[in-house]
């Protein structure tokens, strides 16, 4: 299977829905491997977005499949909730930042045991 | 009746600890009196002819209807006598220990009242509610007792007695709440109690008696971990000397008077009548650790030190005792049973009030540093040895009575040789080796009265003798805290009701063992029901009847 | 529609509340600022009223609707108690001055906005019936509370502690959203009910149950239990105390109100929850208490203690949900002794909580410490009687002392998990009781038994009263309550045996017929 | 008085429904023999209020002594009223009040009972007789010994004696097992108590506490003894039960011969009886017990207490008899002996005077016991009721040598006594006492220990195993006896006048004891500043004669009391003339009583009666032995003149020491009393305290540790997890998907 392939679209009509899961499975995967594995706190936050966003990407397919709405209004509120935790992470962020002038994770390791 | 006798004591204690410091002491002797008062005339209100039904009766529904909790409080022959064991020892560990308390005096009477409460409830309990919740709260009051006035390695002494009992105690708990579901769901619909959720007694046990042999004996397991750290039983006993040695001298008293009895009654009202297949099948192996556990603790007893260590594991000992003679699972032997907590607490309570005597004149407890004080006390030294030969076992006294039917139930039972025996798990050869424990008492305990009663006095250094002066002595004992060389009239007065007692008890034990014909029957009923193999199945139905009669 | 709203009532009163307080606390007036405390206490009482009239929702636990917003709404109260007037006021004072003003750090008013805002997810859960308002409804519960553990005090392990839960807190939701995918995948519908029917219906197959678990652990970080724990401690302890308290009640009952949501979905049927189910709570729940405990009796921090008790507590209450409703008789009902469990739990900690906010110490009277340290607690019964007494009630209370609050609890769990079958789970529970009495009696111990030491600074009560208040009230309760167990203890069985009709469907032996006026 | 005795028992005594109703043959006795043990407790409990309000007067000397008296009138009024001055003509049952109580059924044996009542028979009254005499004589005596200690020891001795005496009639007279019991202890505490008299002397104390020990170790078979009755015949009062051993039968009715309890019933009453009255091996205790006062050492361990194993034996001789292989017997008769012996080669070797007859004590039970295991109670019970006389009499005058002497005992120090001013009735009543247990012809002594000897032959080898070989070696004992016994007449007594006085001299004149007879502080003060000064003064306390020490001689309770007994040991020689056909009055109060044994003859049936009569060398040993023992008596006292008075010249040195070379180490081993002690020290005290520290240890380091690594372990697993806690973000983040796949792999392993 090669790019040609896949750029003429026809695998996407052909793309099941373990495809799809398996698409937002790995996603889900990244996400979780970059949030445990990066130190930037932005970097982290973005990869539990992808997290969030590997979720809905199963709902979208599991509605396909299921031929019912409720996976995509589902993403759509994941979206929404997406977007004010982003909000709140930026302004976190920011707070942070401004505390310590670091955006790495590991610096906030006073509270242990 | 029976909630008025409880209230007092908390009520008592509010009152001490809300009044002025200096008025503690008075309060809290008031409070007492009044509580023993109330157990004498709950004695005198018992109809002791009808001692084997639960009388005085009072339940009190926490709430009604389907999952309320129903408390109820009643008493038969056995739990008064214990309570009037309680009610006694009340008034003389509050007035033993008006001059050993000087610091936080408020604190600690208000406890030791608000301790009686719990002790009188468990005895009074008549459902499973009531029962856990005096029996554990009966921690509190002794864990801040030990912790607050007790002596130098008091607080590790106060842990370990609160985590190991309660450790023991929660088991207990899964236990009880098994036989609550067993009697709401698993018994036949005919049965007692199906679908009902109660706590009460008297229906749980004649429910849990229908559960399989395997069931019963979890359930035991469950129940001993509690009772017999209670209790407490060889092997779970280490906690005790060390508790005692580090309490002050009226904890130390009500711990060994009445406190350990709430294992032993436990033992006696819920596992006897609870799960009775399972106690026929497992007492001899209860009866191989009471054995052992005499010897076992009487011989530590020997090699002590600190004589109010040595007191303690002659509890251990002596309650040995006390577990034989029940799990001979017949009518002498659970008399002798009940008799021995009595006796117990008399004159183990009594041989503490006494060392506690010394410890508030010496401030040591040590084997090695006193002696012969009968020279320098004789009153004391009385006391001292009429209540180690109580301890010991003499006839005349209270503490030959238990024992002996202790041993001889354990004797008779199963010695189906003879006319005199009965049917039973244990047998001549318990009762014969549990005997030798008497040996092992006498040495252990003439061991101790030989060495700080009698030969030549020794006291610690700054004391008496290295004073060189009599008189010099009392000024310097007034200086500790106004206390005569000799005893006081304030402690002859503490001890000589226990002394008595000791004696009618000794000489006129009829008036205790009568009341208990009928309730120990009552109690053994379920145990014979399973035991007789003759004929088992009349027996069980016989059993049943009695459940679906409910 | 107008009936159906009324299940709403109290998060619509809460809502409103909100409201408002968001507009008074942005007025320039100090004393309208002030008022916001007072607003959001009328907010909370009129839920709390409104959700003692709460009708017979819908779904999978619709009896559970009065019972459960009441005691969100009580307790919420009981918190807010605590909390009033409490966040952050040193940075209160330099703004006051006109020294500082930093946007994120919201004064008063978004505070209690936020509050609400958190409170009215808990409440939310109970009704949800459906996975898009469960995942809204949680979500709702924690992204307030983020930012209440920041703005809670100007110091930097506060912030620590938000940016630490915020993140696991980020990957926790992720993860039971992933759940909450495959579940809807597997059933084809996100209706809790439609999904519990399907299940019924056509078994539960691979996908559905990987969805299940992973609901289930996503879940587990909102009620602190293993492997979702980690935070707790540290946020707990960053956190300001009054927030601590807040966070060891408001998130762990959503979350265990979502927890018995998902798991009605499989019933508990004859013979219990399916096996995976089982396995995956059974497994939790020994490693929550478990773990809970014995890293609790190592700390010296009483905030600490509390929050790894926190964690042990939640274990406890799995016991309840591994038991389920049983046949509905109120002593195997696991499902109502979880949310008796969390009335109880509820009480006492704020009780336990709010008695470390009562004493303040240090130079700055406005950025006082609060009581931490095991030392910190030396002679408090004797200090501050009324303080240190609901401390130790509230304690006793937490460790199951018979004739407390807590051990009627505590009583529920076991013997729903006996009738449940769950032996050996009882027997871990009973084991860890004695584990968690190890450190809950050193408290006890400090407060108790120690003097004070002379050195130390020792404090002076707080000006709020409000948390002296909340410390004895809950103090009494735990003392009070349990007089009227047997009525809280119906109407938790009330509250989850209605539905267990729809749920749990066919069980032999019948069932204890829902009154109609259930839930009242 | 009357009136008394009229009320207290009827007010003690309400009879419940349902107690035990006497036997048919068992009628009831006068309710007012109560009174016998009842005075001397009233006695004890008056002293108990003359030390509380620390009389300083002989009040309670004078208490007792009446209460005892009358206790002793109250005896002999039971006696005649009975039927005495013989024996009574059956037994019945005073019922007191009911002590133990305890009914779990209706049927036979479902019902412990044991009731504070009296058995009235004349084994009974028998001992009673002479125990209250002798209490009574003996409490007179103590009044003056004990004179020194006037005030808080005084009171505490005559309370003690006199609830020995209460303790030792509810032994004798109890109607059941448990009141014997209760007896049997009692007389064990008032023995711990008065040998610990001196408390604060270690060796007081520590042979008091030999002395209650080793008496438990006794206990102990008979409490087994007592439940093994209980449970096979159903009850433990004597009436019914000795109705049932007539018959043969246990509580159900089967035969008991051939059982296994007709063989073990009697094995643990022996222990018992060996225990009380020091058999071997648990003599042990009755020589240290020699720390107590004389007059303790008179009453309670020569007279009275260590004869009460051999009432209990006689008491129970019929279960003894059940046993048609008569092993318990064998066993008695044999151990008899040999303590016999034992006891008489050690006393040979000892210079304590007291000590010397305590041995002779243990030695002379030996004789008793044996004389039970041969079948002759009468012999047994003659023999002990002579012994309780001509023994007191003789502690009584080695008393009054020790009270004369600052408690000078040892045979070296001492010579000529009898003949110093005012020592004359001393000298005469030992002279008395010293012939009687020599066995000089006539005596009372004589003819009692030939009564045991002639019954060792004429008991058959076939009934009780080598009965003979007993009588050889209680034979050889009495020539033994004779010796010892005149070794310390020769040397004490008799021969030139010369003295040491004891340690006790120098300091409080006549002191024996340092008693707490002052209030605390003021005397001890004084005593204890004497005492250092005698230590000082006198190291050793070994100091010539005449340093301003007077012997203190007798006063007139002392002589007359000895004079009495004296004369007394002499004419219990002539009960054996009356009731000629029961060998004596004894005899005739013995064979009216369940220790009857009706001979051979009636026990094992004609046929073997006399052809397995036994001979002593061919002769009939009743009238042999009248000779044999005479001869041996008196050639043990020649040689004891020999070696001991001829060309006598000192107190120190005897002809008698010329021969110790000859004998090697054996006179010092008997002297070490063959080292039984230490055997026992090495044998049983050692690793039974070596034992008690191992428990010890395991219980500290297992019992206990493995409670405290209960205990350790959640701190452990705490510690254990800690690092988990670091505080870094990721590494939480890699917990919670580390758990997430853990969780995930463990449901997947178990579905």
């Given at each position: 299977m090669d790019l040609a392939t896949l750029a003429q679209g026809g695998l996407l009509h052909q793309a099941t829905l373990t495809h799809y899961l398996f698409v937002s499975a790995a996603m889900f995967a990244i996400g979780m491997i970059g949030f445990l594995t990066r130190r930037n706190l932005i970097i982290m936050f973005l990869c539990t977005e992808l997290m969030f966003q590997a979720a809905g990407l199963a709902f979208i397919a599991f509605g396909r499949h299921h031929l019912n709405f409720s996976g995509d209004v589902f993403v759509i509120f994941v979206l929404t909730i997406a977007a004010a935790e982003a909000a709140l992470a930026l302004a976190l962020v920011v707070y942070l930042f401004r505390r310590k002038e670091t955006l790495d994770a590991s610096e906030w390791a006073e509270l242990r045991g | 009746m029976l909630l008025a006798t409880l209230l007092i004591p908390v009520v008592a204690a509010l009152a001490v600890a809300a009044a002025p410091a200096d008025q503690a002491r008075r309060i809290a002797g008031a409070g007492s009196l009044a509580f023993f008062g109330a157990t004498l005339i709950l004695g005198a209100m018992f109809d002791w002819s009808r001692s084997a039904e639960f009388q005085m009766a009072s339940w009190f529904a926490l709430s009604a209807g389907e999952g309320g909790v129903t408390v109820g409080l009643a008493v038969d022959g056995v739990s008064t006598m214990l309570i009037l064991l309680t009610g006694l020892l009340a008034p003389l560990c509050v007035f033993g220990s008006f001059t050993a308390v000087s610091d936080r005096p408020r604190t600690f009477f208000a406890w030791l009242i608000a301790l009686q409460a719990p002790m009188a409830g468990v005895f009074m309990a008549r459902d499973i509610i009531t029962f856990y919740f005096c029996f554990e709260f009966t921690l509190i009051p002794m864990f801040v007792l030990i912790a607050l006035f007790g002596s130098s390695n008091r607080r590790a002494a106060s842990v370990k007695f609160f985590l190991y009992t309660f450790t023991g105690s929660m088991m207990t708990l899964a236990g009880l709440v098994y036989i609550v579901w067993f009697n709401a769901t698993r018994l036949a619909p005919d049965g007692a109690g199906a679908g009902a959720w109660t706590f009460a007694i008297d229906t749980l046990m004649r429910a849990s008696r229908s559960m399989s042999g395997s069931e019963q004996a979890w359930v035991l397991l469950a129940m001993m971990a509690g009772f017999a750290v209670k209790t407490p039983l060889f092997p779970v006993h280490t906690w005790l000397p060390l508790a005692h040695t580090e309490a002050p001298t009226a904890g130390s008293v009500v711990l060994a008077g009445v406190l350990l009895k709430l294992g032993t009654y436990g033992l006696y009202r819920f596992v006897l009548p609870f799960v009775p297949e399972a106690v026929v099948a497992w007492a001899p192996l209860i009866g191989v650790i009471c054995v052992i556990g005499i010897l076992y603790a009487g011989l530590i007893c020997w090699v002590q030190r600190d004589v109010k260590k040595l007191v303690a594991y002659s509890s251990v000992s002596h309650l040995g005792f006390c577990v034989l003679g029940l799990f001979a699972l017949n009518a002498v032997g659970s008399a002798g049973s009940v008799l021995y907590m009595i006796n117990h607490g008399l004159s183990t309570g009594a041989l503490f009030f006494c060392i506690g005597m010394i410890y508030e004149r010496y401030h040591t407890r040590s084997m090695q540093e006193l002696g012969g004080l009968a020279a320098r006390m004789p009153v004391w030294a009385f006391f001292m040895v009429f209540f180690t030969l109580s301890s010991v076992g003499l006839p005349g006294l209270n503490g030959f009575i238990g024992e002996i039917m202790c041993l001889m139930g354990a004797f008779q039972s199963g010695a189906t040789w003879g006319v005199g025996g009965t049917s039973g798990p244990l047998g001549p050869w318990f009762g014969g080796v549990a005997a030798t424990g008497m040996i092992v008492s006498a040495i252990y305990l003439l061991y101790m009265v030989g060495k700080v009663v009698f030969g030549p006095l020794k006291e610690p250094h700054g004391h008496g003798g290295a004073h060189g002066h009599g008189h010099g002595h009392a000024k310097d004992a007034g200086a500790h805290g106004a206390l005569p060389v000799d005893l006081s009239k304030r402690e002859i007065a503490v001890l000589t009701p226990l002394a008595a007692l000791c004696l009618v008890l000794g000489l006129y034990p009829v008036i205790a063992l009568r009341p208990l014909e009928a309730p120990v029957a009552a109690n053994l009923a379920a145990v014979e029901a399973v035991r007789s193999v003759v004929a088992p199945a009349e027996a069980l139905a016989g059993v049943e009847a009695e459940g679906a009669g409910r | 529609m107008t009936e159906k709203l009324a299940i709403l009532h109290p998060e619509i009163a809460l809502f409103i509340t909100t409201c408002v ?52 709404a009580g307790v919420g109260f009981l918190l807010l108690l605590v909390m009033a007037g409490a966040v952050d006021r040193g940075y209160e004072a330099r703004l006051l001055r006109g020294e500082t003003f930093d946007p994120i750090r919201a004064t008063r008013g978004e505070f209690y906005a936020f509050f609400l805002f958190s409170l ?8 949800a019936d459906d996975l898009i308002w469960l995942f809204l409804a949680l979500e709702l519960v924690s992204l307030p509370t983020y930012i209440m553990v920041a703005i809670s005090s100007s110091r930097l392990r506060a912030q620590e502690a938000a940016v630490k839960y915020f993140f696991l807190g980020a990957m926790g939701a992720a993860t039971f959203l992933y759940g909450f995918a495959l579940l809807y995948g597997a059933a084809g519908t996100t209706s809790l009910s439609g999904i519990a029917t399907t299940f019924a219906a056509s078994g539960i197959g691979p996908l559905a149950y990987a969805g299940l678990i992973l609901s289930i652990l996503g879940v587990c970080f909102k009620i602190a239990a293993v492997p979702m724990h980690f935070y707790t401690a540290d946020v707990y302890e960053g956190a300001a105390t009054p927030v601590s308290a807040y966070l060891a009640f408001a998130p762990k009952t959503a979350g265990f109100l979502a927890l018995m949501l998902i798991v009605s979905t499989v019933g508990w049927h004859d013979g219990g929850l399916p096996e995976p189910v089982r396995v995956t709570l059974w497994v939790i729940a020994a490693l929550t208490m478990t773990v809970g405990n014995v890293l609790a009796t190592l700390q010296t921090s009483v905030k600490r203690i509390l929050a790894y008790s926190s964690v042990a507590h939640s274990g406890y209450m799995l016991v309840g949900l591994i038991a389920g409703p049983g046949d509905g008789g109120v002593f195997q009902n696991g499902l109502a002794a979880i949310l008796f469990y969390l009335l109880c739990y509820g009480v006492m900690n704020v009780g336990a909580f709010a008695a470390l906010t009562c004493i303040e110490r240090g130079q700055n009277p406005d950025d006082p410490n609060d009581l931490e340290t095991l030392d910190d607690l030396k002679g408090l019964c004797a200090t501050r009687p009324l303080v240190g007494w609901a401390m130790v009630l509230s304690v006793l209370s937490l460790l199951g002392m018979p004739v407390l609050l807590g051990f009627f609890a505590k009583l529920l769990l076991f013997s729903s998990g006996i009738a449940a079958g769950e032996i050996v789970l009882v027997v871990v529970l009973g084991l860890n009781s004695a584990i968690a009495a190890f450190y809950y009696l050193r408290i006890i111990s400090s407060a108790m038994f120690e003097t004070p030491d002379a050195r130390r600074d020792g404090g002076r009560l707080t000006p709020m009263r409000g948390r002296v208040l909340a410390c004895v009230v809950s103090g009494a309760a735990v003392l009070v309550l349990p007089l009227l167990f047997g009525p809280l203890q119906r109407a938790s069985s009330r509250a989850v045996s209605t539905g267990q009709s729809a749920a749990i469907g066919e069980r032999p032996g019948g069932t204890q017929a829902a009154s109609p006026e259930a839930g009242r | 008085m009357d009136a008394i005795a009229t009320i207290l028992p009827t007010f003690l005594a309400a009879e419940p429904a349902g107690a035990h109703a006497p036997g048919a043959q068992v009628g009831s006795g006068p309710p007012w023999a109560i009174l016998i043990p009842l005075l001397p407790l009233l006695a004890s409990a008056l002293c108990g209020v003359c030390a509380m309000l620390r009389v300083k007067s002989k009040a309670p000397a004078f208490i007792v002594v009446a209460m005892l008296g009358a206790s002793f009138l109250a005896t002999a009024a039971v006696w005649l009223q009975g039927g005495g001055p013989g024996p009574m003509a059956g037994a019945s049952v005073a019922h007191g009040w009911d002590w133990i109580q305890f009914a779990w059924g209706d049927g036979p044996g479902q019902a412990l009972i044991a009731n504070f009542s009296l058995y009235l028979d004349s084994l009974t009254l028998l001992w009673m007789l002479f125990v209250t005499g002798l209490a009574t004589l003996i409490a007179l005596y103590a009044s003056e010994y004990m004179s020194h200690d006037v005030g808080q020891g005084y009171n505490r001795f005559f309370a003690y004696f006199a609830l020995f005496v209460f303790a030792m009639s509810c032994l004798v007279m109890g109607d059941n097992l448990l009141m014997l019991f209760l007896g049997w202890e009692g007389v064990g505490l008032c023995s711990y108590l008065l040998i610990g008299y001196f408390y604060k002397k270690p060796s007081a104390v520590a042979a008091a506490k030999k002395a209650f020990i080793v008496n438990r170790i006794g206990d102990l078979g008979l409490v087994l003894g007592v439940f093994t009755t209980f449970v096979t015949f159903g009850t433990i009062e004597y009436a019914p039960l000795f109705e049932m051993v007539g018959a043969g039968v246990d509580g159900s009715g089967h035969a008991l011969h051939g059982s296994w309890q007709a063989t073990w019933i009697p094995i643990f009453f022996m222990i018992g009886a060996f225990g009380k009255s020091a058999q071997l091996p648990l003599y042990v205790w009755l020589p240290d017990a020699m720390e107590g006062p004389t007059p303790v050492s008179a009453l309670i361990h020569a007279a009275t207490m ?55 004590t243990v030695s002379q039970l030996g004789y008793m016991f044996a004389g039970l295991g041969v079948l002759t109670t009468t012999g047994a019970a003659f023999h002990v009721f002579t012994h309780a006389f001509f023994k007191a009499t003789l502690f009584l005058c080695c008393g009054a040598v020790m009270h004369g002497f600052a408690g000078q005992l040892d045979l070296r120090k001492l010579s000529g006594v009898a003949f110093m001013k005012g020592w004359g009735v001393v000298g005469v009543a030992m002279l008395v006492g010293c012939l009687n247990l020599a066995g000089f012809p006539f005596t009372a002594g004589y003819f009692s220990k030939d009564m045991i000897l002639a019954e060792t032959f004429v008991t058959p080898g076939s009934v009780i195993g080598g009965a003979s070989m007993v009588g050889w070696i209680l034979l050889l004992t009495a020539g033994l006896t004779a010796y010892y016994t005149f070794r310390v007449f020769f040397r004490v007594f008799v021969g030139p006048q010369m003295y040491e006085p004891g340690e006790e001299h120098g300091h409080a004149p006549h002191r024996h004891d340092h008693g707490p007879g002052h209030p605390p502080g003021h005397g001890e003060h004084d005593l204890a500043d004497a005492r250092d000064q005698a230590q000082k003064d006198e190291p050793g306390g070994a100091h010539p004669h005449g340093h301003d020490f007077h012997p203190h001689a007798p006063g007139l309770a002392i002589n007359a009391v000895l004079a009495i007994l004296a004369v007394a040991s002499v004419l219990a020689a002539l009960t054996y003339f009356i009731h000629k056909p029961d060998h004596g009055w004894v005899g005739a109060m013995v064979h009216h009583s369940t220790a009857h044994f009706g001979g051979l003859d009636a026990h094992h049936g004609d046929e073997a009666a006399h052809a397995s009569h036994g001979s002593f060398l061919g002769l009939d040993p009743h009238k042999a032995m009248y000779y044999v023992s005479a001869v041996i008596g008196m050639v043990g006292i020649f040689v004891a003149w020999l070696l001991h008075y001829r060309g006598r010249t000192g107190a120190a040195v005897a002809p008698a020491d010329r021969l110790l070379g000859a004998l090697g180490p054996i006179p010092r081993w008997a002297q070490q009393k063959w080292f039984v002690d230490e055997l026992y020290d090495f044998v049983i005290v050692k690793p039974l305290w070596a034992l008690s520290n191992v428990f010890h240890v395991i219980d500290k380091l297992i019992v206990d540790g493995l409670v405290n690594l209960a205990g350790l372990t959640p701190r452990g697993l705490g510690a254990g997890l800690r690092p988990s806690q670091n505080g870094l973000l990721h590494s939480y983040a890699a917990g919670m998907a580390g758990g997430i796949v853990f969780i995930l792999l463990v449901v997947w392993a178990v579905s």
């Open positions: - | - | 307080v968001m507009i008074v606390g942005l007025s320039r007036s100090v004393g309208a600022r002030r008022a916001s405390a007072w607003i959001t206490a009328a907010g909370t009482l009129t839920a709390l009223g409104l959700a003692l009239r709460s009708p017979e929702g819908f779904g999978l636990l619709p009896g559970m609707l009065a019972y459960a917003k009441a005691m969100i009215m997810g808990v409440m939310l859960c109970a009704g | 260590v004869t009460a194993g051999v009432y209990l034996i006689a008491r129970m001789y019929p279960i003894f008899l059940l046993d048609d292989a008569h092993t318990a017997l064998t066993i008695v008769a044999w151990t008899g002996a040999l303590t016999a012996l034992l006891a008489a080669t050690i006393g040979m070797a000892q210079f304590d005077i007291k000590r010397i007859m305590a041995y002779s």
